[in-house]
């Protein structure tokens, strides 16, 4: 069974361009979850979509969005693109019936702003 | 807003040692689940262990138990015949039983294994 998959593994973008991050879940999990990863914040939640439609939100600005498709492949979008926005990215995925187990990460996009 | 907090930004431990990684949570929730995650230098989080508050004993996983002090809001990782396979960060998780909630970390503990 494939895991979660994140890609690009590495990204390198200049100040106030924007960015696009893909993540495909585990094949019949319908939620996918997004979380920013920096040495100073820790983790940070940013969103989570199940079924196409966002169901929680994290306290980041409206630069950072995202999407799903009806294959639950999930994209999250930011703009104007900010020294500080330079982290981990990671995404998970769950299916109702694992919740309870947490969630499945993929090994996360590293994002540079230069 | 519920908070996790992890005390130990770094931790050694000697090779086939046993090692406690701390982790503090602040709910007003009686029901949730609490996880341990290990995120080695591949950067994928990986799940080690899981606790269902309403469970009084303590969940065991091979090498990897926890005590889990519900009153306390304790939840303590302890790593037994430490391993270099080990050295990784540790995350303590939370997440509310009820509703979609996310999940909420920890800022993390570092393991180094020395051999």
């Known amino acids: 069974k494939a895991g979660v998959t994140q ?61 799903q498709f009806s294959n639950s492949r999930s994209e999250m979008n930011v703009s104007t693109l900010e020294l500080g926005d330079s982290a981990l990215y990671l995404c998970a995925s769950s299916s109702p019936d694992s919740s309870s187990y947490g969630y499945t990460f993929g090994s996360g996009t590293r994002l540079t702003v230069v | ?29 009686s029901d949730y689940y609490l996880f341990w995650y290990k995120q080695p230098p591949s950067r994928q989080m990986i799940l080690v262990i899981r606790q269902e508050a309403y469970k009084q004993q303590n969940a065991t996983e091979n090498r990897f ?17 430490s391993q270099l396979g080990d050295a990784a960060m540790y995350f303590c998780a939370y997440r509310r039983r009820s509703g979609n909630t996310p999940l909420v970390f920890g800022k993390g503990t570092r393991l180094s294994v020395i051999a």
């Open chain 1, 7 to 67: 890609t690009p593994r590495y990204l390198i973008k200049t100040r106030g361009q924007q960015v696009t991050l893909s993540c495909s879940p585990i094949s019949g999990h319908r939620s996918v979850s997004w979380y920013q990863q920096t040495p100073g914040q820790g983790l940070q939640f940013l969103f989570e979509y199940f079924s196409e439609t966002q169901r929680n939100k994290g306290n980041f600005p409206g630069r950072f969005s995202g999407r």
């Open chain 2, 65 to 81: 138990s926890v005590n889990f002090q519900k009153a306390a809001k304790s939840f303590s990782l302890k790593i037994s015949d």
């Open chain 2, 1 to 29: 807003a519920q908070t996790v907090t992890q005390s130990q930004p770094e931790m050694s431990v000697q090779e086939a040692e046993t090692v406690t990684l701390s982790c503090t949570y602040d709910t007003s929730e």
